[in-house]
């Protein structure tokens, strides 16, 4: 079974650095995009980055800049670092692995974990 689970939230001040991390527990097979998505209280949940395992990377246009993805194949975990803060970062923070074998589509989702930027 395969699991994501998010580490590194919390209260953070505004301006500084925050490092997400999401452990990829479980086989996950197929061509995966390993992804950070975010949604704010009221909005629509929306993608923030994503990383294959070749190591090429996408970037929300809006939110690009900030935001670095990177994952550590040895251990299998995705980092998201957010590099100045800012309050309108505060979010549920969520991990996900969208894999690809043939036709077949598999969707993994972490349960999310909050950031609270404060000023």
């Known amino acids: 079974q395969v699991q994501l689970v998010e580490s590194g939230g919390g209260p953070v001040q505004a301006g500084g650095s925050l490092k997400l991390s999401c452990h990829v527990r479980?086989?996950?097979?197929?061509?995966?995009?390993l992804e950070w998505h975010r949604q704010t209280p009221g909005k629509e949940r929306e993608f923030v980055a994503d990383?294959?395992?070749?190591?090429?990377?996408a970037y929300s246009n809006s939110l690009k800049g900030r935001f670095t993805i990177s994952h550590d194949q040895v251990s299998d975990i995705v980092y998201l670092q957010i590099n100045p803060l800012q309050i309108e970062d505060t979010a549920v923070y969520y991990c996900?692995?969208?894999?690809?074998?043939?036709?077949?589509?598999?969707?993994?989702w972490g349960q999310g974990i909050q950031v609270a930027v404060c000023s």
């Open positions: 990383i294959y395992r070749n190591g090429r990377t």
């Open positions: 479980g086989p996950i097979s197929g061509r995966c995009s």
């Open positions: 996900a692995a969208d894999c690809h074998t043939g036709f077949r589509k598999d969707d993994y």
